[in-house]
């Protein structure tokens, strides 16, 4: 429901450059339009959606971000609301935030520690940017310091 109407959170990456997360903007604009104007009126009169928003800045979010994160949650709130046919009851949202679910993720095999401190070869697969980044490290210091000393 969140996709349909564009509200989800959109990834966007390229090569080396990873951007901030935005809503993808996807779907019905009058509905996203309504659930912003939702969102904005339910800082005033709903405490439970307000500590959701309030949790946002202190993750660096600005003031759009975090209505749009509780724009998503009003969406979610109101799939279970139509699914069950029942009314919102603060108390239920808050059990649902606390109840732990099982985690399904596989176990992550053990790093090798003896290669932790292994030197990046120049031979990897690597965008433009990664390679400059690599060979300025690679450079010695010591003619850094010599040409910036003046001396010859």
């Given at each position: 429901m969140a996709t349909f109407f564009g509200v989800q959170p959109r990834l966007k990456a390229s090569g080396d450059v990873s951007y901030k997360p935005k809503i993808s903007k996807q779907g019905a604009g009058l509905v996203r339009r309504e659930l912003y104007l939702i969102a904005f009126r339910t800082l005033q009169n709903e405490p439970c959606l307000?500590?959701?928003?309030?949790?946002?800045?202190?993750?660096?979010?600005?003031?759009?971000?975090?209505?749009?994160v509780l724009m998503h949650k009003l969406c979610r709130i109101i799939y279970g609301m139509l699914s069950s046919g029942s009314v919102f009851?603060?108390?239920i949202d808050q059990f649902n935030q606390h109840q732990t679910i099982p985690s399904t993720k596989k176990e992550e095999p053990q790093k090798d520690l003896a290669r932790?401190?292994?030197?990046?070869?120049?031979d990897a697969p690597l965008s433009r940017r990664q390679?400059?980044?690599?060979?300025?490290n690679y450079e010695p210091q010591a003619d850094g310091v010599s040409a910036s000393a003046g001396s010859s």
């Open positions: 307000r500590a959701v928003y309030e949790k946002q800045p202190a993750k660096g979010m600005s003031h759009d971000a975090a209505l749009g009851d603060a108390s932790r401190f292994q030197q990046p070869s120049l390679r400059r980044e690599r060979k300025k």
